[in-house]
């Protein structure tokens, strides 16, 4: 089976994680700064703060801008469910924007119209979060200009994207949002086994972060209620986690990072040949929309309707599966979840992502995917189109 998506791990990777391993530290050691020092040096934030997850980096993200019981988060009903389950883990309630078809990312013009009517009912959000679909960017410059007027919060879920591009400038420098969150997972552009990075230009908010990763617990005397009782002193100031990321993984984070673009340019490669290869079929090829430059994590193609009608979209899927093709399905709409149905949320809710549900399919994209492999997808997509 060719999978979906697939880690690169060169030898350089391998030696970063045996040297570490044979170090005085296995977590909490030099390779954690120097892990958050590659990813500032590459995005631009002034501040990085790695963690296990990016659903955990989503969980301190939302503690650090103080989400709590009563208040509301947004999002796009098109991602993963740690971007919605943030904001329960918070005690928050959360609600979606409907997608805009092309990019299938927040649709802008939805959340003006949404704002406009939250602040009519005296309900607006206290933090939206817009994800990066696919690697693609959000139109964070029209979403940035709406939370100002609005004063919401915005954490931009890059889980997708690190490597990618937006106005010219890498996606994670936090230029329209107040923090920025990546994933490491294994699926991802570059991989720390698990792990999360939550980028930001506030000192404060880094400050929360940082204390939100371990515990709450701080030995920085200013935060503390009084000075330290002796030099073995930490003091407890919040409720935190244990989020922290391991040297490790941090060390393999760091080798990945010298080879973000390359992986990033290999994509692009990838998807020049899908989209010439599928010219011509009942499918549509994804936007690469011209203010950015995608980071590509996922290849997603949208059924045609006459392709809809006959196969049809589980055929397709259930055909390429058959055909050694390991197709995935990213994502199906949260508001969907059975676990989310008791917060009141229907079918019907977000049209333009229930729509797209019904027609998405994610070829395999990966660096290291083959053309010979490629070709193979796309035979095998011609022959589950025409059975
Ligand atoms: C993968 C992913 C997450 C969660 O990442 P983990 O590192 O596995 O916790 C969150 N949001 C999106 C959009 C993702 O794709």
New binding site residues.
């Given amino acids: 089976m060719i999978p979906y998506g697939r880690q690169d791990i060169s030898q350089a990777d391998i030696d970063a994680v045996i040297e570490t391993l044979q170090s005085d530290f296995l977590t909490q050691g030099p390779a954690v700064e120097r892990f958050e020092t590659a990813l500032t040096d590459y995005c631009g934030a002034a501040f990085g703060v790695a963690v296990n997850?990016?659903?955990s980096a989503?969980h301190i993200a939302c503690l650090a801008l103080e989400l709590g019981p009563g208040d509301l988060l947004w999002t796009s009903p098109i991602?993963?469910v740690?971007?919605a389950n943030c904001a329960l883990y918070c005690g928050a309630d959360v609600d979606f924007v409907d997608i805009d078809p092309a990019t299938f990312n927040m649709c802008p013009r939805a959340l003006e119209t949404k704002l406009e009517a939250a602040q009519a009912a005296g309900r607006l959000p206290k933090v939206i979060v817009p994800?990066h679909m696919t690697g693609q960017s959000s139109d964070m410059a029209a979403i940035a200009a709406l939370a100002r007027k609005y004063g919401v919060r915005v954490i931009e879920?890059a889980?997708?994207a690190i490597g990618g591009h937006y106005l010219g400038a890498p996606i994670g420098n936090c230029a329209h949002s107040d923090i920025t969150v990546f994933?490491?997972?294994p699926v991802?552009i570059v991989t720390t086994a698990?792990?999360?990075a939550a980028m930001t230009n506030d000192g404060k908010l880094a400050e929360r972060l940082r204390l939100f990763r371990s515990h709450g617990i701080t030995r920085d005397p200013r935060l503390m209620t009084h000075a330290p009782d002796g030099p073995w002193y930490y003091q407890q100031v919040e409720l935190g986690y244990n989020y922290r990321i391991t040297d490790l993984q941090a060390a393999l984070g760091v080798s990945q990072m010298a080879r973000v673009d390359d992986y990033v340019a290999r994509r692009h490669a990838i998807a020049d040949r899908y989209d010439a290869l599928l010219a011509g079929l009942p499918v549509l090829t994804p936007l690469r929309h011209p203010d950015g430059r995608s980071a590509l994590h996922l290849y997603v193609i949208r059924l045609a309707p006459e392709a809809l009608e006959r196969p049809g979209h589980r055929a397709v899927f259930e055909g390429l599966r058959a055909r050694g093709v390991g197709v995935n399905l990213h994502y199906i709409p949260v508001h969907t979840q059975p676990y989310y149905s008791k917060f009141g949320f229907a079918p019907g809710n977000f049209p333009a992502s229930e729509a797209y549900y019904a027609s998405a399919i994610s070829l395999p994209m990966f660096p290291t995917l083959s053309e010979d492999d490629q070709r193979r997808v796309v035979d095998a997509l011609k022959d589950t189109l025409a059975a």
């Fill in positions: 997850s990016a659903t989503l991602t993963f740690a971007s994800v879920d889980s997708h994933s490491f997972h991802k698990e792990g999360g």
